[in-house]
Nanobody
């Protein structure tokens, strides 16, 4: 089981930027970010494969960038032009497979505890 620890969340105004980090206890070939707002289901935001193939949800495409430093077993999510609707708890996940889009939580086995992102208008 991969242990995952997220950091980097916070409160920003609309239009601002944040970078989330997720440190993994070991290498994981597939990793991703999900988010969950209050009273909403957890939805995929972005994922990255070992060959650095990436996939984004339509709602963040062009604003968010997922990347990975394999030497540090660290996953990043650079978020720019943040909007109030991006407010959510963001979770890092380590997966076991890469299914056809859209990304789903069933492809991921291990989860972090989450980091809160709040965007004010």
């Amino acid at each position: 089981q991969v242990q995952l620890v997220e950091s980097g969340g916070g409160s920003v105004q609309a239009g601002g930027s944040l970078t989330l980090s997720c440190v993994a206890s070991e290498y994981a070939p597939y990793m991703g970010w999900f988010r969950q707002s209050s009273d909403q289901v957890r939805v995929g935001v972005a994922r990255i494969a070992g060959d650095r193939t990436t996939d984004y949800s339509d709602s963040v495409k062009g604003r968010f960038t997922i990347s990975k430093d394999n030497a540090k077993n660290t996953l990043y999510l650079r978020m720019t032009d943040l909007k109030p609707e991006d407010t959510a708890m963001y979770f890092c996940a380590a997966g076991r497979m890469w299914s056809a889009p859209p990304m789903t939580s069933s492809d991921f086995r291990d989860w972090g505890q989450g980091t809160q992102v709040t965007v004010s208008s």
